[in-house]
């Protein structure tokens, strides 16, 4: 079918093509995100907040921090599914609306039951539009600018920690509780903007043509002026996969079905490790870890955590402009042992007693947290959520991508809550946990994760056909009688590109085509893509 051309960028009146415009709208949600996850440490830091709800003990702070995450585990779940059926749009403008009311439910608290439910519902409201806005701008990014276009969400999270640190800076000053009221205003205001912004948008194109709706498809792609050719190749191409009418319990249990799983379990550990490298400790009880480390004074600990955001703010922009120059895996694996680097530095100096409200080791602890900040806002921090979005099937990738969610927000949520009783019972701990952990992520990691960058979405799911770096070893050892015994048994269990879609039919020379593997596939299995 011949296609009309999409409005030339010339002619248009945007300075940007609006898929660009749409990605930006969207990253609101991440901004949202970042600016309550910057601003609810210093206002629980403030002493005009404490005389409004009354005093929090570490136990106590550490719920009312982690709700907005506890509460978000249960729809982040559900909200794949709810996307795949009725569209990316249709799930993010009422979790935008919920999460407004939530910040306005905490802005007018006066007690701390009261800011626990507004924070609790906007945890709902969040668990349903976060995980999606990921999905919409992959399905819609083109795929050279798709790292730097799926990332934007993470990038502008970054934005909010900085904005929500030195906005909270900016109000501590004011002798009333609208000192922490304020942030809560703001908040309710761009939720706001969200939803409006999603109302102008067209639904993801790729999953208007999974619904069949080859004319809806082609009409948003021109009005998002995705190049034609290009939408012709990847996404226009053949008949539309028809997603198959599941439950929700359905749709999750589809996940981890063979063929599915491998990608579902990768997705899941990328995005729970990320969340255990504990990087939420160091954003939201910033201010804590500086006074422990001698920063005494309110000022002090809030300049240090106001600064620590700006730099993590500026090496966003360059970790954002470049994620499609470097590879997926060079930027985890470099990552993760600059990030278990520093949290096993700090462990140690404090286990060695040397880290006093004076001295030189206090500004080692105090540089490697500005390190590790900095570090995971170029690398795990823009690489997790776009890996596991790109990676998932069409027809599963909401879905998927919400789960893996859920899990991100149930391990924030532990992060959240067990850090300030860490911290309490020993200055140490926290750090050498999360330090071991970041360690094992990056030696599963380095053995198990395909590279994405460059390659469209579709294609991507080669690679989940071909040997891994463990299977193609293991092949090896056959002939010395390594797995022989297990080998007739788990033949028949074992995915096939044919079954990629388990629950419709396919032809038959499409899945042997599909699952042919190369001579070639098997050494670019066991190498590290470093190409820049």
Known sequence: MAS????????????APRYVMASVAMSLGGLLNGYDTGSIGAISHMQQFTESVGQLSATMLGITVSMIMLTGTLPVIYAGHFAEKFGRITVIIPGALLFG?????QGLAHGLPQFIVGRAVAGFGQGM???????????????????MLASLPQFMATAGVCAGYFTCYGTVNIQSDMSWRLPYVLQCAVSAVLAWACLLLPDSPRWLMQQGRHADARDALQRLDFNMVEAERDILVGGAEQAPSL????????LFRRGYRARTILALFVLGMVQLSGIDAVIYYAPVLFEQAGLSTDSASFLASGLSSILMFAITIPGF????KWGRRTSVISGGITLASCMLLIGGLYAAGVVHPYGVARW?????????GLTFCATWGIVGKIYASEIQPQHTRAAANSVAMGLCFGTNFIVAIITPILLEASAFGAYFLFGG???????VLAAYM??????SLESIQEAFHRPTALSSFTHLLRPLGYGAGRRTHQTPHEPTAGEEIEMEPRDVTEAIAASAVSVEAVPRALRLDVSV
């Open 364 to 372: 080692f602890v105090i540089i490697a947290v500005f390190v590790f």
């Open 101 to 105: 009311v939530g910040a306005l439910v």
């Open 450 to 455: 395909p590279e994405t960058r460059g390659r």
């Open 4 to 15: 009309s051309s999409p409005p030339s960028q010339s002619s248009s009146p945007y300075f």
């Open 129 to 147: 539009f976060l995980p999606n806005i990921s999905v919409y701008i992959c399905e819609i990014a083109p795929v050279r600018y798709r790292g």
């Open 247 to 254: 439950s929700p319990w359905q749709s999750f249990v589809l």
């Open 437 to 443: 952990l970041t360690l094992g992520t990056v030696a």
């Open 321 to 324: 402009l470049l994620a499609d």
